[in-house]
C-alpha cells in the first residue's frame, strides 16, 4: 500500500469547510483512497472512497488530484461533532487489510 | 446498518489471567479483524480472518491468538495477559474482496479498553 502524508493537526471554525490535505505520490493505478474518521473514545467510521473521479456522499467530499499523488477531503460545514481524527489511507490489499497511519486531529471550535 | 459488538467496553483484568474479548458482526461478513490502539503508535493489526476457522497474523499477533468458530464472532484471547497489554482493542469487519467493491470498507465497534494490573 502506498504511503500516505497528511498534517498532523488543523483547526477548524463551525460552519465553515475544512479541507484536509493527503498526500500519496506513490499510489499506483488501481489503489483506491479510503477516507475514515475517529471520535474520541469510538471505533473508526468510513467516510468516502475514490479511485480517480471526485466523489461525494452525505458526510463529505473527495477531490483526487488528476495525477492521483494527492486529495483532499472536504467536510462542507464543519460542526463540532466532527472534531475528531480523520485517517487517509491508500490500499488495494487482496486480504482488504487497511494500514492507519497517525491521521490528522480536526477541532472544529465554535 | 453494519453492527459490531463488542462484548464489553471496559475491562479490568490481573497480569497472569487468561483473557477473551469476543466481537460479534450481524452483517453476514467474511472478514473479520482485530487491532489495538495506543497513543503515539495508532492502531495495528493483530490479527485477521477470513473465514471461520482461518485466521492470518497482522502485524503485532505475539501474545495473542484468536477464535473463529462461527462466521459471525471473533475472538481474541490473552493467554496469559501482561501489563505491555493495557490497550484499547478494537475488532472491525468487512466483505471478503471477492465479494466488496470496493473491499477495503471495515465497520468498526465501538471498541474495549482493557487495562492489566
Known amino acids: 500500500d502506498a504511503k500516505t502524508t497528511q498534517p498532523p493537526s488543523m483547526d477548524c471554525a463551525e460552519g465553515r469547510a475544512a479541507n484536509l490535505p493527503c498526500n500519496h505520490s506513490?499510489?499506483?493505478?488501481?489503489?483506491?483512497v479510503y477516507w475514515y474518521r475517529q471520535i474520541h473514545s469510538q471505533g473508526p467510521q468510513y467516510i468516502i472512497h475514490?479511485?480517480?473521479n471526485n466523489e461525494t456522499n452525505e458526510m463529505a467530499s473527495l477531490i483526487i488530484t488528476e495525477d492521483r499523488k494527492s486529495s483532499t477531503l472536504i467536510l462542507p460545514h464543519a460542526t463540532l461533532r466532527d472534531t475528531a481524527v480523520y485517517y487517509c489511507?491508500?490500499?488495494?490489499?487482496?486480504?482488504?487489510?487497511?494500514?492507519f497511519g497517525a491521521g490528522t486531529q480536526v477541532v472544529v471550535t465554535p | 446498518d453494519v453492527k459490531v459488538t463488542q462484548s464489553s467496553r471496559y475491562l479490568v483484568k490481573r497480569t497472569g489471567e487468561k483473557v477473551f474479548l469476543e466481537c460479534v458482526q450481524d452483517m453476514d461478513h467474511e472478514n473479520m479483524f482485530w487491532y489495538r490502539q495506543d497513543p503515539g503508535l495508532g492502531l495495528r493489526l493483530i490479527y485477521f480472518?477470513?473465514?471461520?476457522?482461518?485466521?492470518e497474523k497482522g502485524d503485532i499477533p505475539e501474545g495473542y491468538s484468536v477464535s473463529r468458530e462461527k462466521k459471525e464472532r471473533f475472538s481474541l484471547i490473552l493467554e496469559s495477559a501482561s501489563t505491555n497489554q493495557t490497550s484499547m482493542y478494537l475488532c472491525?469487519?468487512?466483505?471478503?474482496?471477492?465479494?466488496?467493491?470496493?473491499?477495503?470498507?471495515?465497520?468498526f465497534g465501538a471498541g474495549t479498553r482493557l487495562s492489566v494490573l
Open positions: 472491525a469487519s468487512s466483505l471478503y474482496p471477492d465479494r466488496a467493491l470496493p473491499k477495503n470498507i471495515q465497520y
Open positions: 480472518s477470513y473465514d471461520v476457522k482461518m485466521k
Open positions: 506513490t499510489i499506483s493505478g488501481n489503489e483506491y
Open positions: 475514490g479511485l480517480k
Open positions: 489511507i491508500a490500499s488495494t490489499d487482496s486480504w482488504g487489510k487497511l494500514q
